[in-house]
């Protein structure tokens, strides 16, 4: 056995876990717990991607984990500073803390970071949500999930199609499910309520490539404002959207309710109530699709290829027009197929026993 091999074994801390975005707190909830039962001893490491207390804090309150045991509070900023910031500040703690294993989650700067850091100390790699592809290379989010499964050690697929592109791209992958689906059935049950009457559409809006350019904001925008004529709409506004279009944000009319980021527990039981979700989001469309709302996505592209192909959720431009036509086509639809790609509900406890048995 090797000397860093020996240091790991003697460690305490088997897995570190790496997260720093929303999705990946609702992601990281239901994989802790799997920890827990299968006895593996880990600690968190939370980027501070999502700086804001709304995007953030009352997140991990929300969803009942532990507070982080590391808070990196990298913040806002360029790609490149960003990720050199969380590569500097994660480095300290994994050479600190020698763990058997790194686990990063989907594809955030702080999925890049993490896993980058800890191959080049030597330390293995599991990626949660490996093998998703929307082949657009002009997302930061692609860019990430490529390199982050080109150097990983493990790789759990959620869905049968991410073990089959990856094998194409010469890497073995692992069919757990989706933890996101796992993290649904717990909370969806709580039957949390909000305040929203039916009808309404639910939009989320905060992807760089509609709001780094503006001519694509506004006309997703103006697609709001018609759909506000014919039905209410629902606007959680993430930080960034707000920052970049202040003076928009506060002009909106009667028919459109812009309020602050929710709790993710508030966010589904809107989206499950939703009479369409229109977003630009990985996972509100997955989550759409589980909760069984239609869902139009202002994208070019999805990661999520089998909610299209159920006909629960289509692509649309960022037309006024066209938006509007597809919300009003898909608003109140049903009978999407009854076949879920996305696993059985239990990829948390096959990703913790795949590591018990496997790794450490």
Request: hydrophobic share 40%; aromatic share 6%.
């Amino acid at each position: 056995m090797g000397n860093q091999q020996q240091e790991r074994s003697m460690n305490t801390t088997a897995v570190i876990h790496i997260v720093g975005a929303r999705p990946q707190f609702i992601k990281l909830s239901p994989v802790a717990e799997a920890f827990k039962r299968c006895g593996i001893p880990y600690k968190v490491v939370h980027t501070g991607q999502h700086y804001d207390h709304a995007m953030s804090d009352v997140h991990f309150d929300t969803l009942g984990i532990d507070p982080p045991d590391y808070h990196l509070g990298v913040g806002s900023s360029s790609h490149a500073k960003q990720t050199a910031r969380m590569l500097e500040a994660v480095e300290e703690i994994l050479t600190a803390e020698r763990p058997s294993l790194v686990l990063v989650y989907g594809d955030t700067n702080s999925t890049l970071a993490g896993a980058l850091c800890a191959v080049k100390l030597g330390i293995p790699v599991g990626h949660v949500e490996a093998g998703v592809r929307s082949f657009d290379r002009n997302m930061p989010e692609e860019i990430n999930r490529v390199v982050t499964d080109h150097v990983a050690a493990y790789h759990f697929c959620p869905t049968e199609n991410a073990v089959a592109l990856l094998a194409k791209e010469g890497i073995t992958g692992i069919f757990t499910g989706d933890v996101m689906y796992d993290a649904l059935n717990r909370f969806s049950r709580m039957h949390i309520p909000h305040p929203y009457a039916p009808p309404f559409v639910l939009t989320t809006i905060h992807r760089a490539e509609n709001t780094d350019r503006r001519e694509r904001f506004l006309g997703i925008w103006k697609a709001l404002e018609k759909l506000s004529q014919d039905i209410p709409v629902i606007f959680p506004v993430h930080p960034r959207t707000k920052n970049l279009f202040p003076g928009l944000i506060r002009s909106a009319k009667n028919g459109i309710r812009v309020i602050e980021p929710v709790s993710y527990l508030a966010m589904l039981a809107m989206i499950r109530d939703a009479s369409c979700v229109l977003t630009d989001s990985g996972g509100v469309q997955k989550e759409a699709f589980l909760l069984k709302t239609p869902c139009v996505t202002v994208r070019d592209t999805t990661e999520w290829p089998e909610t299209i192909d159920a006909g629960a959720n289509v692509l649309v431009e960022p037309d006024p027009a066209k938006i509007h036509l597809a919300v009003m086509d898909m608003t109140g639809r049903t009978g999407f197929t009854a076949v879920n790609p996305f696993g059985d509900g239990s990829a948390s406890d096959h990703i913790a026993r795949f590591i018990r048995e496997h790794i450490i």
